[in-house]
């Protein structure tokens, strides 16, 4: 199935679900456009990445990233998250597996109490806008490293403090700790860093990284505590030990 194809299908599924279950406001399947851009460089579109590949979608929220890989060509697709935590306590995600007849495994549990080994080895891990939701997300990333060979990230960053536009720390290895008022009342956020700190704690966490890039308009002026001026980066990171 072509990108656009697999697109239309997932739209549609989500409108007829979007009447029974409150999803997500935001869809994850806007991702695929950021990834294609993260890619583009080796040539090739995302598609081909994942054409015939065990991919494990980490924090997939409604499933949408999940759901369009296993379209789009890959083996075998697993889609995790926390139903404690996530937005219709993973409704979402089971209906429209249901709704577009799909055969993606869907899992529930927290990432940091996980004993992840059961899971076996994946050739990639799609982990978009869950890092800053961790309390401990060197934690989490070792945990990953083991078990897939390749991963493609994407997280809010920042560059100057809150209300200090004069701080200027794009080019430190710095993180912000949020407070629930700072990320509108969602106490699910923990910690925003800045990109060099991005790509630090991956590194030092058995990842390799291959590349990455900003996504929004804000670069330099990005701050941790105001969702108005969220900064976000994309990145893909090779595992040391696979």
């Known amino acids: 199935m072509q990108a656009q194809q697999a697109l239309d299908t997932l739209l549609q599924a989500r409108n007829e679900v979007g009447k029974k279950v409150a999803l997500y406001p935001y869809g994850s ?3 695929l456009t950021y990834l294609n851009d993260l890619v583009a460089d080796q040539r090739v579109e995302f598609k081909d990445l994942i054409s015939n590949k065990r991919i494990l979608d980490i924090g997939c929220g409604d499933g949408d990233m999940a759901f369009l890989c296993e379209m789009l ?5 697993a889609a995790i998250d926390w139903a404690d935590t996530n937005f219709n306590f993973m409704q979402g995600v089971r209906a429209l597996r249901d709704q577009l007849h799909s055969k993606i495994h869907i899992m529930s549990g927290n990432l940091e109490d996980m004993d992840m080994s059961f899971l076996g080895i994946w050739d990639m891990i799609l982990f978009l806008g869950t890092l800053y939701h961790l309390p401990n997300p060197v934690r989490v990333l070792r945990k990953l490293s083991v078990i897939a060979a390749q991963i493609y990230s994407s997280t809010r960053v920042f560059d100057v403090l809150p209300g200090d536009t004069k701080s200027k720390l794009s080019n ?3 993180g912000y700790l949020v407070t629930p008022v700072e990320a509108n009342n969602d106490n699910t956020n923990w910690w925003i860093l800045s990109e060099p700190a991005v790509k630090v704690m991956f590194e030092r966490s058995g990842w390799r990284v291959l590349a990455s890039r900003r996504t929004d308009h804000l670069v330099g002026a990005a701050e941790p505590a ?6 976000r980066m994309f990145l893909s990171a090779h595992s040391v030990y696979l």
Request: aromatic fraction near 6%; proline fraction near 6%; glycine fraction near 12%.
């Open 226 to 231: 105001d969702p108005k001026k969220d900064g």
């Open 73 to 77: 060509g890959a083996r075998e697709v």
């Open 29 to 31: 399947f806007r991702n």
């Open 172 to 174: 430190r290895q710095v």
